[in-house]
């Protein structure tokens, strides 16, 4: 065989250069590889079928080709039986395959001829996913598979590309919802916003081939079950302060779009607020559990607060362990970030967590968001998680948000829910290092 193709290849070469006549084409080609039929994208192709009322097509490419196409051509396209499949794929292989039924399939045409001037014909598959999900389900250790193979009684076939072996890996139902449902703060500052415009992506999660139509609503509840689960703090939009597309159309080709959401910011007084945009419904498959919601989240921050005059007292603090100066509670709202409050790890008797932190701001303000700097050392950014508390008379306290830090060496800003008061508690629950914690700088936020 290798001979006759080099043979071949010589043989066409010299053909090209010589411009010889059909005679001399004849004389050199051997009449088989005159016209020779075979499989596009032959050989075993995976197929992922879609959950739908309607058959799932698959193309069959059968070309044609050789010293002289022009010739007219005819083929046969078969389907393996068990028997053979089993000789010739299941037992080398050892892998259970299993022909898919009669009632899974069918095909457009099971022969096509060619004229001159054809080179290649498109055989359609169509596959039937409901048969097809029951096969699946009735024998999932199985391989299931549609093996097709081109032969003819007159025409000379590619023995290496005469199959396509086409094994049903799956039937899915496609599922519609956002692309990115990340919940991401976008910060302003209070008073110099006036409308903010958020692209919120959305689409199906496989290639589109249908014309889908979904529902979107803005659903409030959401924002309570996210601040139980999560301990934060979001408020919902006032109504009429956002604008929300009411549905959103993919037509077929498109797998995703971008939805404009606005809000106006100039209504909002500081705090956190999210703007829970749910898919409600859709005209077909199913909506993604997990992508059904985009959490829109604004910032509006309060101005930070003059912290001159303030104080801090803590009920744990290492005295001479960091040095002169150092480690005590006063360092949080000393502008250096060089010095830090650390609980007692040399001086003292060292306490439990959780650790508490008080700042006395001197008057009342409503607080909006409080902020929490981690020590400025690689190996010792140790806070982990805790709670804040705001009092106007150092007693009553009222709890009004929670904080878990990462190990960056930037100001971490955590809304809180708007609250007046003088006092600023700080508890620390929990360490990244043997319930050790620190803190360089504390910063509030909010209006006099």
Request: net charge negative.
């Amino acid at each position: 065989m290798k001979i006759r193709t080099i043979l071949l290849t010589g043989g066409l070469v010299l053909l090209a250069a010589c411009s010889e006549s059909k005679y001399d084409i004849d004389q050199l080609v051997p009449e088989e590889y005159h016209k020779i039929l075979y499989v596009n994208n032959s050989g075993k192709q995976e197929v992922t079928l879609y959950d739908t009322d309607a058959d799932n097509l698959y193309t069959l490419s059968v070309i044609k080709s050789g010293s002289d196409p022009s010739l007219t051509a005819a083929a046969n396209i078969l389907v393996l039986t068990q028997a053979e499949l089993d000789v010739k794929y299941s037992e080398p292989e050892a892998v259970n395959y299993q022909l898919i039924g009669a009632d899974a399939y069918s095909l457009a045409a099971s022969s096509v001829d060619f004229s001159s001037a054809d080179r290649y014909k498109l055989v359609t598959i169509s596959l039937k996913p409901q048969v097809v999900k029951a096969a699946i389900e009735s024998n999932p250790d199985a391989v299931w598979v549609l093996p097709l193979k081109v032969t003819s009684e007159t025409d000379s076939i590619n023995a290496e590309k005469n199959e396509l072996f086409l094994q049903l890996k799956a039937v899915i139902t496609p599922a519609v919802g956002f692309t990115d449902p990340t919940l991401v703060v976008q910060q302003y500052q209070y008073g110099s916003v006036s409308t903010i415009t958020q692209k919120v992506k959305f689409g199906l999660d496989t290639d589109n081939l249908w014309d889908l139509t979904a529902k979107l609503v803005v659903d409030n509840d959401y924002v309570q079950e996210y601040n139980w689960d999560n301990g934060t703090n979001y408020k919902t939009l006032p109504e009429g302060s956002y604008t929300v597309p009411e549905t959103a159309v993919l037509p077929s080709g498109t797998t995703t779009l971008e939805l404009e959401v606005s809000v106006n910011g100039s209504q909002l007084t500081p705090g956190d607020y999210m703007l829970p945009v749910k898919v409600a419904e859709v005209s077909q498959f199913e909506i993604s559990e997990a992508r059904a919601v985009y959490p829109l989240a604004i910032r509006i921050m309060g101005n930070k607060l003059d912290r001159t005059g303030w104080t801090a007292e803590a009920d744990t603090e290492e005295l001479t362990g960091e040095g002169a100066g150092n480690g005590v509670a006063g360092c949080v709202l000393d502008d250096n970030l060089g010095t830090f409050w650390h609980s007692t790890w040399q001086t003292g008797n060292r306490i439990p967590l959780p650790y508490e932190l008080i700042i006395d701001t001197k008057k009342e303000y409503t607080f909006t968001q409080l902020a929490l700097m981690q020590r400025q050392h690689d190996s010792n950014r140790d806070t982990k998680a805790g709670e804040f508390y705001i009092s106007s008379d150092k007693e009553n306290w009222t709890k009004v948000g929670s904080f878990n830090m990462q190990q960056i060496l930037e100001a971490q800003t955590f809304g809180v829910t708007p609250t007046k008061g003088r006092y600023v508690k700080i508890k620390m629950t929990e360490s990244f290092r043997d319930g050790y914690c620190s803190l360089t700088e504390v910063y509030a936020y909010g209006l006099e």
